[in-house]
């Protein structure tokens, strides 16, 4: 079992930086795949980045470039670092959690609003 608790999100003008982080209870977190999820109003539910536990990453074509998933020395904390922030990045931010790898996201944080304004 693992629990997930999101913090960093908030306003942001254009073209500024946020860090997002999500700390995790459980040790088996320090072994799983890991991901971010955005939820903006009108939108689909889009995965945003994700990273192995090898620290392998994807992500999707709208933030490439932008945006960085990592995770700490311990691994106990994942982040997403975004930069060079858009209006329409704006959204609901979710950390979620696959340990058994199998597409299947077992672990969803309660979410984090980041919001990017002038």
């Known amino acids: 079992q693992v629990q997930l608790v999101e913090s960093g999100g908030g306003l942001v003008q254009p073209g500024g930086s946020l860090r997002l982080s999500c700390a995790a209870s459980?040790?088996?977190?320090?072994?799983?795949?890991m991901g971010w999820y955005r939820q903006a109003p009108g939108k689909q539910r889009e995965l945003v980045a994700r990273?192995?536990?090898?620290?392998?990453?994807i992500y999707a074509d709208s933030v490439k470039g932008r945006f960085t998933i990592s995770r700490d020395g311990a691994e106990n904390t994942v982040y997403l670092q975004m930069n060079s922030l858009k209006p329409e990045d704006t959204a609901v931010y979710r950390c979620?959690?696959?340990?058994?790898?199998?597409?299947?996201?077992?672990?969803w944080g309660q979410g984090t609003q980041v919001t990017v304004s002038s």
């Open positions: 979620v959690a696959d340990p058994r790898e199998l597409g299947l996201w077992d672990y």
């Open positions: 459980g040790s088996i977190f320090s072994l799983s795949r």
């Open positions: 990273i192995s536990s090898s620290g392998s990453t």
